[in-house]
């Protein structure tokens, strides 16, 4: 038997460690959160590993310092890489180390923030940089199961992609279903499938909607669409064009969650990765306008080209 990958996400907070399993791994850790709780996996918690956080070398790499969206605003995020892992700080709100062990430490936390989004925080780049440490690379996509097939839909902020997903959860054909609203952890298995793996909180969504209790907990992933708008007035406002390998590889890594926080071997992990899902997964770019009066026929062109 393989054993399940463990990831530990330690943070100043009182409350004792409780085990979930999320996106093919156990996470162990002291946030809370209901979109989190939905995830409990049921047995005793402790830490395994020692509270007392990694020292940085002064060698350490900067890989990024820019801009980052976490919980609703932007704000200056500074990732850099040492020999034992990550350090990300996150101006005003925390700093943290992942290590390649898939240990989490909170290490500083700034007073008076909103504990909401603290939780984003810890959830969002310490949690999906340990993920792809293991191997799970995650993408920003709105996501529906047709059937037994999972299909997601990528694209630039306001592309339409939870438009899209909301309008097939409610007018699609039946058995199609919204089950991810923001972030889809993929893996590979043992024969190079690309396997999604739904199981994650999406804060955005409400307890009684999270994938959990709504598909599997991993499915193979049947089809990606780009999202891309075109006018109305064309002869081919609706239309679906497989994109070549070396292009779907790109538009996966463009899509990915936390790309640009990854160092050089990391990086290089991920080009293999997103190369080899290219292979095995139909990666075409969805053009329609961007009007709800065609989503009907939206709706009909993805249902003849998952035929």
Not at 9 to 16: I, N, Q
Not at 113 to 138: Q, R, S, Y
Request: aromatic residues 8%; charged residues 20%.
């Amino acid at each position: 038997m393989i054993a399940t990958p463990l990831i530990e996400l330690m943070t100043h907070r009182p409350e004792p460690p409780q085990a979930y399993r999320l996106a093919g791994v156990r996470l162990v850790t002291n946030l809370t959160h209901p979109s989190l709780a939905v995830y409990a996996g049921g047995e005793p918690a402790a830490w395994t590993n020692s509270p007392d956080p990694p020292l940085l070398e002064e060698t350490a790499e900067t890989i990024f310092d820019g801009q980052g969206l976490i919980g609703d605003g932007f704000r200056r995020v500074v990732c850099r890489a040492y020999s034992g892992g990550y350090e990300l700080v996150a101006e005003g709100l925390g700093r943290y180390f992942i290590s390649y062990e898939g240990r989490i430490d909170e290490a500083a936390t700034e007073a008076g923030v909103d504990p909401e989004l603290l939780v984003a925080t810890g959830l969002g780049a310490p949690l999906i940089l340990a993920l792809a440490l293991g191997g799970t690379f995650a993408i920003h996509a709105s996501v529906i199961v047709a059937g037994e097939r999972l299909v997601a839909f990528i694209g630039e902020s306001g592309a339409g992609k939870s438009t899209l997903a909301r309008y097939l959860d409610r007018y699609g054909l039946p058995g199609w279903r919204r089950v991810i609203d923001d972030t889809l952890p993929l893996s590979l298995d043992v024969h190079g499938t690309c396997l999604a793996l739904p199981h994650f909180p999406q804060l955005k969504l409400p307890a009684e909607m999270q994938p959990v209790h709504l598909v599997a907990e991993q499915l193979p992933l049947a089809a990606v669409y780009v999202l891309e708008a075109s006018p109305a007035e064309t002869s081919t406002a609706i239309r679906v064009a497989r994109l070549s390998a070396q292009a779907s590889t790109l538009a996966l890594l463009q899509h990915t969650v936390g790309g640009r926080l990854f160092g050089r071997p990391l990086l290089a992990r991920h080009l293999s990765f997103c190369a080899r899902v290219a292979e095995g997964v139909p990666v075409s770019r969805l053009y329609y306008p961007r009007t709800f009066e065609w989503l009907p026929a939206v709706r009909d062109a993805l249902a003849a080209d998952l035929q």
